[in-house]
């Protein structure tokens, strides 16, 4: 798995992850660095059937929501989607604060979130 050129400044890569036990399943492990030397504009996502089920990314200032509630801290969170629930509620697309994550450079970042999904990428010296 080796990164190809996103853009003009930019990286991308997307690997299809398989099963330890169980049936196939279409799932995908994807990662964008909007500008390559800059860790906060890397974002990952796994993907199931097409659809995102979890995600890491970056946010400078945290957003709220108009209840005026914090749903995204500021900084690296986890986003955590479940598709068994329904849409309207809190849980369906909860972010959660990732607060010792710290990538160094992409093949840093694309390592550390694949440690936390516990996927295992095969590498014995590194990424790129």
Known sequence: MSP???GSH????EAFV?????????IRYKGVAGVS???TSYDAS???????VRGIGHCAVGRQN???KQRIAAGW???IVDPNLPTNTAAY??????LEFDPGDFSDFTRKVAVIWNIDLGLEGGLL
């Open 10 to 13: 930019g990286l991308s890569f």
């Open 93 to 98: 697309n909860r972010h959660e604060p990732l």
């Open 18 to 26: 398989e099963l330890v036990n169980g049936s196939f399943l279409d």
């Open 37 to 39: 030397h800059d860790p």
């Open 4 to 6: 190809k050129k996103h």
């Open 66 to 68: 108009f209840r005026a």
């Open 46 to 52: 796994l993907r199931l059937d097409q659809q995102r």
């Open 77 to 79: 969170h986890q986003n």
